[in-house]
């Protein structure tokens, strides 16, 4: 028997990576609940022991030596405790081993389904703690289906399922079950059933990942990303900067004849993304930041108290358009990007101005 559950445990360590030790633990909680079941032990804990070397379970009940025995599950007379301890005396305890095999039918089904449930257990950390291993990278997960009435992606990573709504699947056309899609993790945590997963396709740090992987430079450090700004499925802005004068940030990101930042934006489903040089100097980097728009000159506006910091920036006349971009968005990221109230002036001045 001791053989058999030992080769059971080995089997189950090997084919699904729950340790032995953990097994052990599940086995003797089962069997220190069967047995409190059995004798009606309702604040005395049973002494359960599996040695997972030799496979041998033990259990003991402690009881109180007493002259006349009334509740048999927790005294014993004299006259057995001293079979048991020579040393024994009334007022003292003595342990007393029992046999397992005289646990009946529903006290060993009970013990199989604590033992069922620890096996589960096992599985659902296991995979948790290995899913955790990818927070904050992006993963290939693939369409397992599409609910046609609200458009949310339910996605299966791994053993698990999670699901994208249609606010963050920005969808790629065509897409259907079977295919795979890019994810970035955001978070695991163990579920009652399965660990659950929240992921996202919007956020910034997915185009961040994506950058790094497509980008050689910012995996060697050499250009890093300082900032991103993102409006998802529409247009981000993402500022770069290069820890080598002979690396230019912005020309490595785009790659030759804007190879690099193509496939960037295929996976984004054409996504349009303004990649600017990253400058210490705020005023530099608000004109950097207003890309396409060329600016002529800026500067910083006192702040004022409970404020945000403000960066007037001036543009030709003939790019005010372009410097606000459709709907505010260029000027919009811009902000975002900078961290600056961005005012934009045409170099005419304004209408009634000195």
Not at 271 to 289: G, N, P, T
């Amino acid at each position: 028997m001791s053989n058999d559950l030992l080769n059971a445990l080995s089997a189950l360590n090997k084919d699904k990576g729950i340790s032995i030790d953990y097994m052990a633990e599940k086995i003797a909680r089962a069997v220190s609940v069967t047995c409190k079941n059995m004798y009606n032990l309702e604040d005395d804990e049973p002494l359960v022991n599996f040695d997972i070397n030799t496979g041998e379970l033990t259990v003991k009940i402690v009881k109180s030596v007493v002259e006349s025995v009334e509740i048999s599950a927790l005294q014993i007379d004299l006259s057995e405790a001293k079979n048991i301890d020579p040393e024994a005396e009334i007022g003292g305890t003595v342990e007393v081993s029992l046999d397992t095999k005289q646990f009946g039918r529903i006290a060993a089904q009970t013990a199989r389904n604590i033992i069922r449930q620890g096996i589960h257990d096992g599985e659902r950390e296991l995979i948790t703690k290995r899913l955790q291993g990818y927070e904050g990278e992006i993963v290939s997960s693939q369409v397992a289906r599409i609910n046609p009435r609200t458009g949310a992606i339910v996605l299966r990573i791994g053993e698990c399922e999670t699901s994208l709504p249609r606010s963050e699947n920005n969808l790629v056309p065509g897409i259907k079950e079977g295919d795979y899609l890019k994810v970035y993790i955001i978070r695991v945590g163990a579920g009652e059933r399965s660990p659950w997963i929240s992921v996202s396709r919007s956020c910034p740090e997915f185009l961040k990942k994506l950058f790094e992987t497509e980008i050689p430079e910012i995996l060697d450090g050499v250009v890093s990303i300082k900032s991103i700004a993102r409006e998802a499925c529409s247009r981000s802005k993402i500022a770069v900067d290069s820890s080598d004068s002979a690396v230019d940030p912005v020309g490595a990101c785009i790659g030759s004849h804007g190879s690099r930042i193509k496939e960037i934006a295929k996976e984004l489903g054409d996504e349009r993304i303004d990649i600017v040089r990253y400058y210490e100097d705020l005023e530099q980097f608000a004109e950097s930041a207003i890309s396409p728009a060329k600016a002529v000159s800026s500067a910083l506006l006192p702040k004022k108290e409970g404020e945000q910091l403000s960066c007037c920036v001036t543009v030709p006349d003939n790019q005010i358009s372009l410097a606000i971009g459709s709907k505010g968005q260029n000027v919009r990221l811009a902000s975002k990007l900078t961290g600056l109230k961005i005012d934009l002036r045409p170099e005419s001045g304004y209408y009634g101005e000195e």
